[in-house]
């Protein structure tokens, strides 16, 4: 086979796997719109799915937004106060620590949490064979172990990223005493002031299409996994590079829509 | 019950079987395991809450019911790894048992408790939960009939 048409069939390849991953994607989105998706079976996997994706994990979540929040508010401000731009406080919380790095923090904590498992449990599922159990019973794939777990996933980051959100406005109180000497009032008047609704409405964009596609590439992923259990490493190293692609694509996105 | 002479003929007679009952055929057999990651009382119920709508506490309280008739309400918390191989094959007939008008097939039952004599203690068992199922066949290997006894006769 000759160069060009090993790059034909390359790039062949590669728009027809993304053509296959449009249409799955589709027919869940779809599929989640549906109110008969959501029987009393798939409800059980929503509320287990929100519980474990967005419940379980809140200590250690608030720990390390607590942490994490306030080393970033605290560099930020005095590099602020440094360049003598105090001024533009309000408009670098909301902007860049509210609408950019809540978001992104928190899809990348549930990723690394929820994602791999996800999608180790589908590829465990099918090698084990029980995804053919489930078809058997004639119980829709999609609609037992997708959507609830989609539904889930966006809850989950939409909810974890709002409480980032206030954990990092909390420790900017306390940073904003320190490093500037304004008062509660004035710090809340500030944010109040720089709040700017299309960037909120940006945002919850942002985190429920994270949550979206966080938890559908590593199911479907998961799904393309043989009956031999080696398949396994493979799908799931496979599944979390697309997810990390997935959401550097949909954080450049928000960044195209916010500065238009 | 039917008996076969192969493994092809057996598994292309169970495929026929699935297709010609779409709605209604309920398969226990090795080749469809139970959930690992669910308890065995939810899988058992996963049937009534997914295609009747069930409520979770009603499906619950009726499998660890069932459970108890057939002596095994010990396993309802159980997950499919840590059954044994006779619990493993009770809970799928269970589960089974769930579909609406259910054709139960049992596929190569032996396969699934390799250590039992005969198939009597199975029988007693289709006898306790026959109200839940329309009907039962089983499939299996045509040298396996004497463990059958009177089923074969």
């Known amino acids: 086979m000759d160069i060009p048409e090993q790059v034909g069939n ?83 919380l909301m902007g860049l620590m509210v609408t950019e790095l809540s978001p992104f923090f928190t899809v990348l904590l549930i990723t690394l949490r929820s994602g791999a498992a996800i999608n180790a449990e589908m590829a465990a599922m099918q090698v084990n064979r029980e995804i053919k159990a489930l078809e058997a019973f004639r119980i829709d794939i999609i609609d037992y172990l997708l959507a609830p777990r989609v539904v889930g996933g966006v809850i989950s980051v939409v ?28 710090y809340v008047n500030i944010l109040l002031n720089s709040t700017n609704f299309s960037d909120i409405v940006v945002a919850l964009l942002k985190c429920a299409s994270f949550g979206f596609f966080i938890t559908l590439i590593p199911i479907y992923y998961g799904l393309q996994a043989t009956h031999e259990p080696t398949s396994i490493p493979i799908v799931v190293s496979r599944g979390m590079v697309k997810v990390f692609a997935a959401i550097l694509v949909i954080e450049v996105l928000s960044l195209l829509i916010r500065l238009q | 019950m039917t008996l076969f002479t192969g493994e092809e003929a057996l598994d292309k007679a169970l495929r026929r079987f699935m297709r010609a009952r779409p709605r209604h055929a309920a398969p226990v057999s090795a080749a469809m395991p139970l959930i690992s990651n669910q308890e065995a009382w939810l899988n058992i119920a996963l049937i009534k809450q997914y295609h009747e709508n069930m409520r979770v506490e009603e499906s619950r309280k009726m499998v660890l019911g069932l459970l108890r008739d057939i002596g095994l309400e010990k396993i309802a918390e ?12 009770y809970a799928m007939l269970l589960r089974a048992a769930m579909v609406e008008k259910a054709a139960i097939v049992i596929d190569r039952p032996f396969k699934m408790l390799p250590h039992l004599k005969n198939f009597s203690a199975v029988m007693t068992v289709l006898k306790t939960i026959d109200g839940l199922y329309a009907s039962c066949d089983i499939y299996d290997y045509d040298w396996m009939k004497d463990k059958y006894g009177a089923l074969c006769r």
């Open chain 2, 78 to 89: 159980k997950r499919n790894p840590a059954l044994g191989e006779e619990e493993r094959f």
């Open chain 1, 159 to 186: 909810l974890l990223s709002f409480l980032f959100s206030i954990v990092l406005m909390a420790s900017g109180i306390l940073f904003s005493r320190i490093i500037f000497g304004i008062s509660a009032d004035v």
């Open chain 1, 10 to 92: 390359y790039i062949s390849g590669r728009i027809q796997a993304l053509a296959r991953m449009i249409s799955f994607t589709v027919k869940v989105f779809r599929r989640i719109l549906t109110p008969a998706t959501y029987n009393s079976a798939t409800r059980t996997v929503l509320i287990n799915q929100i519980y474990f994706t967005s419940v379980q994990i809140l200590p250690a979540f608030l720990l390390v937004s607590a942490i994490v929040g306030s080393l970033f508010i605290g560099v930020v401000f005095q590099v602020l106060k440094d360049l003598g731009l105090v001024s533009l406080l309000g408009n670098v």
